[in-house]
């Protein structure tokens, strides 16, 4: 259904359709009075919307940052496309406006626009950008130099570039990636910084669970958060061997901070108390007492899931960006 939806937009627009526009999914993209456009039906988190994106020359705008909203408000063409007395807040408030570019979201709940309306709308934003920008017509948006070239995908943007101007971006990502990787780790210093964190977590996770006597998984998601924080601030550039370290300092402070749950818990419950002999005890059964209804691994999946998150987010930066002839 979906890709009957961008077929029928792209015979109305005569646009093309790709696997992977801006919404890193399938789309509709090409050019429209020299602006070049994309649309798609897509999901942000829970929510289903159409997405529209308008490309104008480089910082040719000139309504203000508040022109787009204004064209939008009192356009009657937007509102006889949308099927509605006045445009939606919330279609209102998803406009964006950059330095190249107007972005905006039509969310919907039960049924998907058709992609008449889809159309129709595509072309209002059109409008909205001949209104006040420059298109970009056939013009290098690298070096503004007249190109015959067809529009490009850059990274599932569509783009007019020529071929010196990918040559040069290209050289210059490499250079940069080179740069990336010639810069120094310092693996001593994340695993102190590991270390040291961990130890402090693992205290903090089973002595608050001791006082309230329950576990916040929420705090399993901080403690990978924050130790994969401080690790990659220790070892400033991070290799394999610091996320692997990551991993396995999250699980070590995760069992640690239930381990010392167990033994408060144990040493509230027993004559003599705290003691050498109840550590050892409670270290032999740690793992029974901790896995047996299931609790220690739902703790340690939380953690991993804090420290993914970090490591994707401060994953090695990508230089390159891949081109891809529209045609």
């Given at each position: 259904m979906?890709?009957?939806?961008?077929?029928?937009l792209?015979?109305?627009?005569h646009?093309?359709?790709?696997?992977k526009?801006p919404?890193q999914?399938p789309?509709v993209?090409?050019?429209m009075q020299?602006?070049?456009v994309?649309a798609?039906?897509?999901?942000n988190?829970?929510?289903?919307?159409v997405?529209?994106l308008?490309?104008f020359a480089?910082?040719?705008?000139?309504a203000?940052?508040?022109?787009?909203?204004t064209?939008?408000?009192?356009s009657g063409?937007?509102?006889q496309a949308?099927?509605k007395?006045?445009v939606?807040?919330a279609l209102?408030k998803?406009?964006?406006?950059?330095?190249?570019g107007?972005?905006?979201?039509?969310?919907?709940?039960?049924?998907?626009?058709?992609?008449e309306?889809v159309a129709t709308?595509l072309?209002v934003?059109?409008?909205?950008?001949?209104?006040a920008a420059?298109?970009v017509?056939?013009?290098c948006?690298?070096?503004?130099?007249e190109t015959r070239e067809?529009?490009?995908?850059a990274?599932?943007?569509?783009v007019r570039?020529c071929?010196p101007c990918?040559?040069?971006?290209?050289?210059?990502?490499?250079r940069?990636?080179?740069?990336?990787e010639?810069l120094?780790s310092?693996?001593?210093?994340?695993?102190?910084?590991?270390l040291?964190t961990g130890?402090v977590?693992a205290?903090l996770?089973g002595?608050?669970?001791?006082?309230?006597?329950?576990?916040?998984?929420w705090?399993?998601?901080?403690?990978g958060?924050?130790?994969?924080?401080?690790?990659n601030?220790?070892m400033?550039?991070?290799?394999?061997f610091?996320?692997?370290?990551?991993?396995?300092?999250t699980l070590?402070?995760?069992?640690?901070?239930?381990y010392?749950f167990i033994?408060?818990?144990?040493?509230?419950?027993?004559?003599?108390?705290l003691s050498l002999r109840l550590?050892?005890v409670?270290a032999?059964?740690?793992?029974?007492?901790?896995?047996?209804?299931?609790?220690?691994?739902?703790?340690l999946?939380?953690?991993?899931?804090?420290?993914?998150?970090?490591?994707?987010m401060?994953?090695?930066?990508?230089?390159?960006v891949?081109?891809?002839p529209?045609?």
């Amino acid at each position: 259904m979906a890709q009957k939806r961008l077929v029928r937009l792209a015979d109305l627009t005569h646009l093309k359709t790709v696997a992977k526009g801006p919404w890193q999914g399938p789309a509709v993209v090409g050019s429209m009075q020299g602006f070049p456009v994309a649309a798609a039906w897509n999901r942000n988190e829970r929510q289903s919307q159409v997405s529209f994106l308008v490309r104008f020359a480089k910082g040719s705008w000139s309504a203000g940052p508040d022109g787009l909203t204004t064209f939008a408000s009192a356009s009657g063409e937007l509102r006889q496309a949308l099927g509605k007395k006045a445009v939606p807040k919330a279609l209102l408030k998803s406009f964006k406006l950059t330095e190249d570019g107007l972005l905006c979201h039509w969310p919907f709940s039960l049924f998907a626009p058709k992609p008449e309306a889809v159309a129709t709308v595509l072309k209002v934003l059109v409008g909205f950008a001949a209104k006040a920008a420059k298109p970009v017509a056939e013009q290098c948006e690298g070096c503004g130099r007249e190109t015959r070239e067809g529009l490009w995908m850059a990274d599932g943007v569509p783009v007019r570039v020529c071929t010196p101007c990918r040559a040069s971006q290209d050289e210059q990502a490499r250079r940069a990636q080179e740069a990336y990787e010639s810069l120094a780790s310092n693996p001593m210093a994340g695993l102190l910084y590991g270390l040291l964190t961990g130890m402090v977590l693992a205290v903090l996770w089973g002595g608050l669970a001791f006082l309230i006597h329950r576990i916040f998984l929420w705090g399993a998601i901080g403690i990978g958060v924050a130790l994969a924080w401080s690790i990659n601030r220790g070892m400033e550039k991070v290799n394999h061997f610091g996320r692997m370290l990551t991993v396995l300092l999250t699980l070590a402070t995760v069992l640690a901070g239930d381990y010392l749950f167990i033994l408060f818990s144990a040493a509230r419950e027993v004559e003599g108390g705290l003691s050498l002999r109840l550590a050892i005890v409670a270290a032999q059964h740690f793992f029974e007492a901790n896995f047996q209804n299931g609790s220690g691994y739902i703790s340690l999946l939380f953690a991993l899931v804090g420290a993914g998150y970090i490591l994707y987010m401060n994953r090695p930066p990508r230089f390159r960006v891949t081109y891809e002839p529209l045609g």
